[in-house]
């Protein structure tokens, strides 16, 4: 599986973005997907997880409520849509997809990254 996120761009504080993560193969279904965060100087952050079959996301406690983690299996693609933007949130947003069962927030066990979307958030 490859990874391509796309959807990044500069908004103002308070703006809405919708970031897609769109996976190449036929396996996107097996996969645990995440979404990740890292802002210059910064270490990379975990923002949301989503389970194969969707039905369980998970928050960071920074973005809980104002972002929504999704996915399409049958389009091959996650989405995380952002709402409320803050300055804060400006960063590379990643998407990332492991194997491993169960709730994975560490980087670390994600095998598999895309190539990172730009998000620029004004105050």
């Known amino acids: 599986v490859q990874l391509q996120a796309s959807g990044g761009g500069l908004v103002q504080a308070g703006d809405s973005l919708r970031l897609s993560c769109a996976a190449s193969g036929r396996t996107f279904s097996s996969y645990i997907m995440g979404w990740f965060r890292q802002a210059p100087g910064k270490e990379r952050e975990f923002v949301a997880t989503?389970?194969?079959?969707?039905?369980?996301?998970y928050y960071a406690d920074s973005v809980k409520g104002r972002f929504t983690i999704s996915r399409d299996n049958a389009k091959n693609t996650v989405y995380l849509q952002m709402n409320s933007l803050k300055p804060e949130d400006a960063a590379v947003y990643y998407c990332?997809?492991?194997?491993?069962?169960?709730?994975?927030?560490?980087?670390?066990?994600?095998?598999?990254w895309g190539q990172g979307t730009q998000v620029t958030v004004s105050s």
């Open positions: 990332a997809a492991t194997r491993l069962i169960g709730l994975v927030t560490a980087s670390t066990d994600y095998a598999l």
């Open positions: 989503i389970s194969r079959g969707g039905s369980s996301p």
